[in-house]
């Protein structure tokens, strides 16, 4: 166990953080010494993290050996990992691809946990039924909501570029999931980007067409990630949470109306539409590899290209967690 810091030395080392400019990775490390409780970060649509919070999963392994469990509820994915780049969570249930990308341009120190295998179909761009919009090339000059960061961010400019146009040849509108249908549903906007459980909702519950989704453009794997301070002092915890995903994970392919009937009323939807968009997720999780990142290069390489992110992003330089032996 590492010694105690004292309130002096305590105050001098915040004082140099302060004047370094370098709190966001050294204020998680202080802290990390002086708690003994786990603080998960988590959306709506983590279903495996929900399932974990919903049967006391974690709790039950990690009471035992003196670390208690807190669980914090994210409207979307870019606050989850600012909370945890400045250390108010020290886990982050799996967030979208795209999310890690605008984390690491902004400076954050992030350890990679786990991914879920490609979920391709678990995101899509939907109209009105009636909407005169057939294809992407008729978006040129429409107004559509997305959610900023999110997986659907980037397959909006990886559809739009594959159509033959660019980011500024439509109207964004940045809108939280909840917001985003609550504009498409009032026709405050021609179209929405969005991934499940929000896609399986409006087409369950409106009259929608889907116009396309990531098949053959945006594999969409989601990302677990860890404060790296958290990381490197608990190594134990991680493996734990890794096991208990991978568990969780095989679970809901192998019993997806039992699943639905757990999500439910957690997520305040009918169990048909979770089982809908649980079919839709591969909910695979497997550790990160180099070669894997491939695709998150080339996530950072486009957002940098349309200027939605200040800096180059350089996938090598990305910190991977290794399960222990």
């Not at 889907?210 to 989601?222: E, F, K």
């Not at 089982?275 to 998150?296: F, G, H």
Request: aromatic share 8%; proline share 6%.
């Amino acid at each position: 166990m590492p010694p105690m810091t004292s309130p002096v030395r305590r105050r001098q080392i915040l004082g140099i953080v302060a004047a370094t400019g370098i709190s966001v990775c050294l204020a998680p490390l202080v802290r990390a010494s002086e708690t003994k409780t786990l603080r998960i970060g988590y959306q709506k649509s983590s279903t495996l993290i929900t399932l974990l919070k919903t049967w006391g999963t974690l709790e039950k392994r990690l009471t035992p050996v003196g670390i208690t469990v807190s669980w914090h509820e994210f409207t979307s994915g870019l606050p989850l990992l600012e909370a945890l780049n400045v250390g108010s969570v020290d886990v982050s249930a799996d967030v979208a691809d795209t999310v890690p990308v605008f984390a690491l341009a902004a400076g954050a120190r992030l350890t990679y946990l786990a991914q879920e295998a490609p979920s391709p179909t678990a995101q899509a761009l939907v109209v009105q039924a009636g909407s005169p919009i057939r294809s992407v090339a008729d978006l040129k000059g429409k107004r559509v909501a997305v959610t900023k960061a999110a997986g659907s961010h980037y397959l909006l400019i990886a559809l739009l570029e594959q159509s033959g146009l660019k980011f500024k040849d439509i109207e964004p509108a940045y809108l939280s999931p909840a917001d985003g249908r609550a504009a498409f549903e009032r026709g405050a906007v021609d179209a929405w980007v969005t991934w499940d459980p929000f896609l399986a909702g409006v087409q369950r519950q409106s009259q929608v067409r889907i116009v396309s989704d990531g098949r053959n453009i945006a594999d969409y794997q989601r990302y677990y990630l860890v404060s790296t301070p958290y990381a490197q002092a608990n190594p134990q915890v991680l493996n734990i949470i890794f096991d208990e995903l991978k568990k969780a994970g095989v679970w809901v392919k192998r019993n997806p109306k039992e699943a639905a009937g757990l999500l439910a009323p957690v997520w305040g939807l009918d169990a048909a539409t979770v089982e809908l968009a649980n079919s839709r997720r591969s909910c695979d999780v497997r550790t990160v590899t180099a070669a894997a990142l491939a695709e998150q290069q080339k996530i950072a390489d486009t957002f940098f290209g349309e200027g939605l992110v200040p800096k180059k992003v350089n996938t090598t330089e990305i910190i991977i967690w290794k399960p222990a032996l």
